[in-house]
């Protein structure tokens, strides 16, 4: 059979072949490394029932993977110029479907009746372009697309955000928003020998797996949120004083003192200190006070 895509020596066959030049502002670092790409692929825990969603599969190393693992594979690729030769090198794999768009434009409700109906679960697995990871990763989870776990190669630094615990510095308003919808692994951190060309930065593969209910209760989750949101506007600020910026414009700071305390928070406290149990204690509580 024909060598895989993802070899150093056919990675630059194809590209030279096809006269492709790497766009940085697309985020395209190829993978040609075949053992990462069986991490990646294993830690989704794919097989013959399963389906798999790909952002951005470039020339196809990491499809050609899921083809061979999946019984489905839907990819989205944004480089017009990539998709002649996506069709070219996916030809022997007819449970590809390779859409031509920007992900964060596309219906995916509707990709996910048209490719995915006759699956079991769904994984989303790539190798994202690190300009757009945060709003690819808030999109998938936000439309609550029936979804097994995400497992994407990354930055390690941002990896590092979205699987902290509080107290550190690496914890903050996007480790609780990916929490509260997942329970993040990071599976292990990556070398930049691995791409062509390589990545200035270092990444990580992490594995999301998505929660079938988030793990507290908020009456409102876009206050949720904004609260959050709020409370880490100035991370060395106190919460009491990002909160009173946000919410209290007026004199009224001692009745957020005392909701602080209420929720059993030390207005002193700052908000990388707070669970994400205290934050959803503390929103409900704002709330129900009309804040
Ligand atoms: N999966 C390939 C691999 O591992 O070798 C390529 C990964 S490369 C890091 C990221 C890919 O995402 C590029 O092919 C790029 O053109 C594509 N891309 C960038 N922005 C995109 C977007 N908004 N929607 C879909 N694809 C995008």
Request: with cysteine; charged share 25%.
């Amino acid at each position: 059979g024909m060598e895989e895509i993802a070899t150093p020596k056919r990675t630059k066959e194809i590209i030279h072949r096809h006269g492709f030049s790497f766009k940085k502002s697309l985020g395209q670092n190829f993978l040609i490394d075949q053992n990462i790409l069986h991490k990646i692929v294993g830690a989704a825990g794919l097989d013959k029932t399963k389906g798999a969603l790909e952002i951005g599969p470039g020339i196809g190393a990491l499809t050609e993977k899921l083809a061979q693992a999946a019984e489905k594979v839907a990819a989205v690729e944004i480089d017009q110029r990539l998709i002649p030769i996506l069709q070219e090198v996916l030809e022997p794999y007819p449970n590809v479907t390779v859409y031509h768009g920007d992900v964060l434009k596309l219906d995916l409700q509707q990709l996910f009746k048209e490719q995915f109906g006759e699956v079991s679960r769904v994984s989303v697995v790539a190798n994202l372009p690190y300009y757009v990871t945060t709003p690819i990763l808030m999109k998938l989870l936000e439309q609550r697309l029936p979804l097994e776990n995400i497992v994407v190669m990354i930055q390690k630094e941002v990896a590092l955000r979205m699987g902290a615990a509080p107290g550190g510095k690496d914890y903050g308003s996007l480790s609780i928003a990916v929490q509260y919808y997942c329970e993040p692994e990071i599976i292990c951190t990556v070398p930049h020998t691995v791409f062509i060309p390589q990545p200035n930065v270092d990444s990580a593969v992490i594995r999301l797996k998505v929660r079938e209910a988030p793990p507290i209760d908020v009456d409102d989750e876009g206050h949720f949120f904004e609260v959050v949101q709020s409370s880490f506007a100035q991370r060395r600020k106190t919460i009491s004083n990002n909160l009173k910026n946000r919410y209290f414009s007026g004199g009224e700071r001692a009745e957020l003192d005392r909701l602080l305390n209420e929720a059993g928070i030390a207005p002193n406290r700052r908000a990388e200190t707070l669970s994400i149990e205290e934050f959803a204690n503390l929103s409900n509580i704002l709330l129900r006070a009309g804040v």
